[in-house]
């Protein structure tokens, strides 16, 4: 059922009525700004890749699929309202089972200019999740068997994820409550270092701190599976030693191929691979470009899949592509500080600066999680791999994680 989805008009908040009761804002309606872009394929591979999209179970294991304002002077008051509209109808064109959902992140500033405040992530999701429980598309995914029924039933399973633990201060509780409303993953830092850890922004490196240790233990027990994507290396490194559970690192690239502190080193990737874990590939601007690519686009993405592949096999790779329908070079531009965009474009070595890349509007062919999910599946087809392995790949290998962190 992956490719026939069940979506019947739903638009978010349609339970309570625009003006009286929100601010209503121009939205993208979920149509891409940008030229889209399908991969060309043979008929004969088209047919191979309707068959896929329609028999695996596939997973994105990061995305932001909500609707963003069309004037970008609209963007803050929009987040500040924290009626963040989930893109339904646009998802209803892809061919994702499941994606991971990372509400407002780093964007949350209902009542601070920080973000990452605990009663504001709560609001975010208390409002989010309020709305997915009044339509019948998106399935509030809490375990695996979500997922199948998701597939099954031509809906599309939303797991529930944190980029960053900042919101729980030093209390290990929060851990525990953040799983009772529907929080399935929880990053360890955002870009920015926390109670937890070393964040990848920071000069210094200090890892995994003493109550990060203990955070790790209360996600291990309470099955909150781990996300060390905006951690330094250390702390990538120290956490994939310490979980007694494979952990994620959701979206990255490989330093190796682009020399920025937004992607993970070798050594990282291996430290999460050979834990179990899994390492899902980026997508967000500016993010995995290559030294052939210097013009971020679906080629480079797939550049950087194909070197983690090799690097540590076919089991520990999957996709986080961290895409939306909307400007997201735009949204980098309103909140640059915000998201560290600055310093996740420094140098990943000693060298502060970092390589040049060529300024893009969009990635093309990995803009949106609609386009990102065919164009996936294109490119795999169209390179000859074999189904045995893009079945790991585009879920998977992720359930098979998912398998052990959520237990
Ligand atoms: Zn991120």
Redesign the pocket.
């Known amino acids: 059922m992956g490719t026939k989805k069940r979506y019947s008009g739903y638009r978010s908040f349609d339970y309570l009525q625009a003006t009286r009761d929100f601010r209503e804002f121009e939205l993208i309606e979920g149509q891409s700004p940008f030229e889209p872009y399908l991969l060309p394929v043979t008929e004969q591979q088209q047919a191979r890749v309707d068959e896929l999209a329609e028999r695996l179970l596939m997973i994105s294991l ?1 995305e932001h699929p909500h609707l963003f304002p069309a004037d970008l002077a609209d963007m803050a008051t929009y987040d500040k309202q924290a009626r963040i509209a989930t893109a339904y109808e646009a998802l209803a064109g892809s061919c994702w089972d499941c994606v991971f959902d ?1 509400f407002q ?1 780093g964007t949350n500033f209902i009542t601070s200019k920080g973000g990452w405040k605990w009663s504001d992530v709560i609001y975010d999701m208390g409002m989010r999740l309020c709305d997915l429980a009044h339509q019948d598309f998106l399935i509030k995914c809490e375990t695996v068997d979500d997922m199948h029924r998701a597939h099954r039933e031509g809906r599309i399973a939303l797991v529930a994820a944190q ?1 960053g633990a900042m919101m729980i201060e030093n209390e290990l509780d929060r851990i525990e409550i953040l799983y009772g409303i529907g929080l399935r993953v929880l990053g360890i830092t ?1 870009s920015e270092s926390n109670a937890l850890g070393t964040g990848l922004k920071e000069d210094g490196d200090g890892g995994l701190t003493a109550f990060g240790r203990k955070a790790v233990a209360r996600m291990n027990e309470v099955g909150m599976a781990i996300d060390c ?2 951690c330094s290396d250390q702390t990538i490194i120290d956490t994939a030693a310490v979980s007694a559970k494979p952990i994620f690192l959701t ?1 990255t690239g490989a330093r190796a191929l682009w020399d920025i502190r937004r992607l993970a080193p070798d050594e990282a990737i291996r430290a999460v691979a050979d834990k179990g874990g899994v390492i899902g590939i ?1 997508a ?1 601007p500016h993010t995995t470009v290559t030294e052939r690519h210097r013009r971020h686009n679906l080629e480079s993405f797939m550049e950087h899949f194909e070197y983690v592949r090799d690097l540590v096999g076919i089991d520990h790779v999957a996709f986080g592509p ?1 895409t939306l329908y909307g400007d997201h070079v735009g949204l980098h531009h309103v909140y640059a500080a915000a998201l560290s965009i600055d310093a996740s474009h420094e140098g990943g070595g000693s060298a502060k600066a970092g390589p040049v890349h060529e300024p893009v509007e969009y990635v093309q062919g990995v803009e949106n999680p609609t386009e990102s999910s065919w164009n996936i599946l294109r490119w795999l087809v169209s390179h000859d791999v074999s189904d045995a392995d893009i079945e790991k790949v585009v879920g998977g290998n992720i359930v098979r994680v998912l398998g052990e962190a959520w237990q």
């Open positions: 990061h990372n992140n980029e955002y994507a905006h979206h980026e967000a961290d």
